[in-house]
């Protein structure tokens, strides 16, 4: 198989997500200090559940990204382990230390698409996303 592929133990997998959140009630919130650090706490998220984020995009009320996950995570439980933690870390961001469970920034639900041959044009709208909301 070419390397357009990647292997676990017994299974060889090419699975690729187009994930769509947005904080509560779509705030626009996602700038500045908070944006920076999301970017890293997302990636180093993904990587503690064996997943690599290939195109991203903070905007100012959404979050866009590409993102591998292996088939022996559920894309429910990726999302969901991402979105808790980098809560938390959001909220430690504005002082608060301990006990807090991040459950009030990010909004229930999400939108996913899985990726087949089309990678490549949902990258170039995930990259030129600002760019079109900046038209409106």
């Not at 070419?2 to 904080?23: A, T």
């Not at 180093?44 to 991203?56: D, R, S, V």
Request: overall charge positive; aromatic content about 12%.
């Amino acid at each position: 198989m070419s390397n357009l592929y990647q292997s676990l133990s017994h299974s060889k997998w090419n699975c690729k997500y187009h994930v769509i959140f947005v904080p509560k009630n779509r705030k626009s919130v996602l700038y500045g200090k908070i944006r920076e650090e999301l970017v890293k706490e997302f990636h180093a998220l993904a990587k503690q559940k064996e997943c690599k984020i290939t195109e991203g995009n903070l905007a100012i009320d959404h979050v866009q990204m590409c993102i591998e996950i292996p088939p022996k995570y559920a894309v429910a439980s990726v999302i969901g382990f991402m979105k808790g933690k980098s809560a938390i870390a959001i909220a430690r961001m504005g002082g608060r230390d301990r006990n807090y469970t991040g459950a009030n920034f990010w909004a229930r639900g999400y939108a996913v698409s899985t990726i087949g041959f089309d990678e490549e044009i949902i990258k170039k709208y995930i990259r030129e996303q600002n760019e079109e909301d900046s038209k409106y």
